[in-house]
């Protein structure tokens, strides 16, 4: 079991539970910080103060007061009122993420909830109780308020839910798995629904798979350095060490490792003195979206750490405030900016896709197919990787830089961090396919080449995909095998088939 306890949850332990479904339980340390904030919550009410949030109500109503008996109505109200979600249902994965992040920031001991709605939230979570939530209307700030409330929504018996992969009422989903909903106290609402995990578990997640895809963006470009028959001459390590971005570098071990003892590149006679930018600059363009993956990751660890709810509560001041711990914009920037990075990725992929089925940049078969005209070969694989790096190039547009002033002004500056990791996702799976057509069209390529002289490393990988796809030799469905390469991609495969081989990338 994962203890968790708001200071040091890892990238890792959170795909171990939202994908691998490992159970999760509270820290008993951080459990008397939950308390310890409860009760200064129960006193504040009890001496009747104004607190915002508690006592008040919410957003440009803050100034109005609400008598202590309507607390409890006015914490349900929150909620119904804020589920405003349209659009897709998002991902049971990006779901189950949100709910961890969400206890997780709980936990810390800073938000006033009680202990038995937190672990209302962590029992439903581990009992697979996965409330359905769409994936449109929050501005990243106050937080993520109409996804985190639809999330609240089935721990109050109301909403949709599915319960081990089948939809049902909330209220039945809570019952099936042996759960009764809660009738929320003063605070708890707007604890549970003030934070930014919505992006946040978008993000987690997509940071998760990006630092993958880098890896296999290496990979890609050295099985087509081999097609091409490129000169490695680019990938030396005193070039990068007069240059030292930490990608850069990277990006060039990688690829050199991955093409050693390759006799289809370190060869005697070469029939060119350079190659092409594609395969030239590669460790400098594959360093740069490296270098701004690993910023992104950064941010990410320390949001997964953070308090973002509003107002925060420090028992042992005796203290508390209304700041704005809630706004997604390091997030928004972070998205943005990791939306950008795997489009670059994509981006060269295309061009070395190109390269290799154009006969006249790679002296092979037009199309990598024997006979062309009849058969058309992977050309339209090509044009399905043009439209994704072109589709990217319009989800790469910031949604950081626009703000729409919400709550009759009150809140002025919002984030759109959201819609950024919404963004984020879509360029990452665009990316993803992207370099799986890559792959496929480099193992095809390689059946033009004296595949004896592979590299040890490439060789696992073209061994891998031709285990499930075999080669191309006339027309035939192709679409299915995109599909089963991205598989490889996302499965971690292709990765696990070089490392066996060369050891652990960078």
């Known amino acids: 079991m994962l203890y968790i306890n708001g200071e040091n949850l890892s990238l890792q332990q959170v795909i171990d539970v939202v994908r691998n479904f490992r159970k999760v339980g509270l820290d008993p340390g951080a459990v008397e910080k939950v308390q310890a904030s409860r009760q200064m919550v129960e006193e504040l009410l009890t001496r009747q103060e104004v607190v915002y949030g508690i006592t008040t109500g919410f957003g440009k109503l803050a100034d109005i007061m609400i008598s202590q008996e309507k607390v409890e109505e006015l914490q349900e109200n929150l909620i119904l009122s804020h589920s405003c979600g349209v659009g897709d249902i998002l991902p049971v994965e990006v779901v189950r993420a949100m709910m961890l992040l969400r206890a997780n920031a709980l936990v810390k001991g800073y938000s006033g909830i009680r202990l038995e709605t937190l672990k209302l939230l962590v029992n439903m979570l581990n009992a697979d109780v996965v409330p359905l939530v769409y994936s449109q209307g929050s501005v990243g700030a106050s937080g993520d308020l ?42 708890e609402g707007l604890a549970l629904i003030n934070g930014t995990q919505c ?20 990979i890609c470009a050295a099985m087509s350095m081999e097609a091409l028959m490129g000169i490695p001459d680019a990938y030396q390590e005193m070039i990068h060490q007069l240059r030292p971005h930490p990608g850069q570098l990277i990006a060039a071990q990688n690829i050199r490792s991955l093409l050693e003892g390759s006799g289809l590149v370190y060869r005697a006679e070469r029939d060119k003195v350079q190659d092409a930018y594609t395969l030239r600059c590669t460790p400098q363009v594959h360093g740069a979206s490296k270098d701004a993956i690993n910023y992104v990751k950064d ?42 990075a795997l489009s670059e990725l994509a981006n060269i992929s295309e ?138 991609i996302r499965s971690g495969e292709i990765i696990q088939a070089v490392e066996q081989v060369v050891g652990q990338l960078s």
């Open 351 to 488: 061009r070395r896709i190109e390269r290799m089925i154009n006969p006249a940049l790679s002296g092979l078969a037009p199309f990598l197919i024997t006979d062309s005209g009849i058969n058309s070969g992977y050309m339209i694989a090509q044009y399905t990787a043009a439209s994704l790096v072109s589709e990217n190039k319009v989800l790469a547009h910031p949604a950081s830089v626009d703000s729409i002033p919400t709550s009759a002004n009150q809140e002025d500056h919002v984030s759109m961090g959201t819609i950024a990791a919404r963004k984020m996702s879509n360029i990452l799976t665009n990316a993803e396919n992207v370099l799986a057509i890559e792959l496929l069209t480099a193992v095809q390529a390689l059946e033009f080449r004296e595949r004896e002289k592979m590299a040890s490393a490439t060789k696992a990988v073209y061994d891998l995909i031709r285990s499930v796809i075999p080669p191309l030799t006339k027309d035939r469905l192709i679409a299915p095998e995109i599909h089963q390469v991205h598989d490889l």
């Open 199 to 218: 992006m946040t578990g978008i993000g987690v997640l997509g940071i998760y798979d990006s630092l993958n895809l880098a890896k296999v963006s290496d």
């Open 146 to 187: 109409v996804p985190l409330s639809h999330m609240v929504l089935v721990m109050l018996g109301y909403g949709e839910a599915y319960y081990k992969g089948e939809q049902m009422s909330g209220g039945k989903a809570l019952a099936n798995a042996g759960l009764k909903p809660i009738i929320l106290g003063a605070k």
């Open 299 to 340: 941010v990410v660890i320390r949001e997964i750490n953070s308090a973002t709810d509003n107002p925060l509560i420090f028992p042992e001041e005796g203290k508390i405030f209304s700041a704005g711990n809630f706004h997604g914009q390091p997030m928004a920037l972070a998205m943005d900016f990791l939306g950008i």
